[in-house]
């Protein structure tokens, strides 16, 4: 089992940054691929970044490369997404997700087996 639990939303005009905190409980976080999704109001959930076990591997949406960076630290048991230079168009609420094992893409939500209660970013223009 493993419970996730977001934290760095609020209110940044566009240009700004923010860092999200994902805290996670459970011996599986080191052996759990890390995921962000994000949704924004009546918009389906979509893929944002992911990193792979160790860190050794990152993967990004066409949207945010070059904007946000994923990273993790196991031995806190906490992943990270660092947003700059962020749009209006980046306002949504952010989950955490990670998964243990699984035969969809990493960018398919459906292969993520935990997920976190979600934070809000608004990115104000």
């Known amino acids: 089992q493993v419970q996730l639990v977001e934290s760095g939303g609020g209110l940044v005009q566009a240009g700004g940054s923010l860092r999200l905190s994902c805290a996670a409980s459970?011996?599986?976080?080191?052996?759990?691929?890390m995921g962000w999704f994000r949704q924004a109001p009546g918009k389906e959930r979509e893929f944002v970044a992911a990193i792979s076990l160790a860190g050794g591997s990152r993967y990004y949406a066409d949207c945010v490369m070059g904007r946000f960076t994923i990273s993790r630290d196991n031995a806190k048991n906490t992943v990270y997404l660092q947003m700059n230079s962020l749009k209006p168009e980046d306002t949504a609420v952010y989950y955490c997700a990670a998964r243990v094992g699984s035969s969809y893409y990493y960018t398919d939500l459906r292969g993520y087996d935990y997920w976190g209660q979600g934070t809000q970013v608004t990115v104000s223009s």
């Open positions: 459970g011996r599986t976080f080191g052996a759990a691929t």
